[in-house]
């Protein structure tokens, strides 16, 4: 499974567009980039999931470059309730079953 | 309403003592996970099941149990054996087709607290 890295926080203010970055050098050919999102006391919902280029959802947008050794996940306008952890994964179809959710990134939208 | 639930929501034992946490789904889901989560931290995957009758290994599996007879219920045992057992612990399911395994849906958690 390719290794993953995030920025431990962020800091944004309402209104703003946060992009967070998820840093995946050993990502395989088959593999697919997915993104979680985690309130305190609760378990992560998904967001979103991509391939390559770019993939947009009512809730958020994914980029990924030709090269796909990373991935933004970006927030358009923020608001305070879009305060929670980010995780991204990545994995492919046959991967088998061993998800694995690194640390995350903390946002913290500020009003 | 289809979903997970986790019960209980918060759950006190005594060291040296075994405690079962339920896990039900009926999302009609194949494949079911445990997470264990600790202040701070990512999930950490105790245990997986693909089917039922069949279960496997996560990465921290070390003092806790599960059993799956029942595609809707995967529940785990934190044995005395685990030795910081004290955690947030978090259900999940998802179908077992693909990329479908990273699409997984969580139960609201059950915070075991050990003293």
């Known amino acids: 499974l390719a290794k993953t890295t995030q920025p431990i926080s962020m800091d944004s203010y309402e209104g703003q567009e946060v992009n967070i970055t998820c840093s995946h050098n050993n990502i395989a050919t088959n593999d697919y980039i997915t993104w979680y999102q985690q309130f305190p006391s609760q378990g992560p919902r998904f967001i979103i999931q991509?391939?390559?280029t770019k993939v947009t959802n009512e809730v958020a947008s994914l980029f990924i470059p030709a090269d796909r050794k990373s991935s933004t996940l970006s927030l358009p306008r923020v608001s305070l309730s879009d305060t929670a952890v980010y995780y991204c994964?990545?994995?492919?179809?046959?991967?088998?079953?061993?998800?694995?959710f690194g640390a995350g990134t903390r946002l913290f939208v500020k009003a | 309403d289809g979903g997970i639930t986790q019960s209980p929501k918060y759950l006190f034992r005594k060291e040296g003592q075994n405690v079962t946490l339920s896990c039900e789904q009926n999302?009609?889901?194949?494949?079911m996970y445990w997470y264990r989560q600790d202040p701070g931290q990512g999930l950490r995957l105790i245990y997986y099941?693909?089917?039922?009758?069949?279960?496997q290994k996560g990465d921290i599996a070390e003092g806790y149990s599960v059993s799956r007879e029942k595609k809707e219920s995967f529940p785990l045992t934190v044995t005395s054996a685990q030795k910081n057992p004290t955690a947030f612990y978090l259900c999940a399911s998802s179908s077992a087709e693909g990329l479908a395994v990273y699409e997984q849906y969580f139960g609201p958690g059950t915070r075991l607290t050990v003293t």
């Open positions: 994964l990545v994995g492919s179809p046959t991967g088998g079953f061993k998800t694995i």
């Open positions: 991509g391939y390559k």
């Open positions: 999302l009609n889901h194949d494949a």
């Open positions: 099941s693909q089917i039922v009758n069949d279960f």
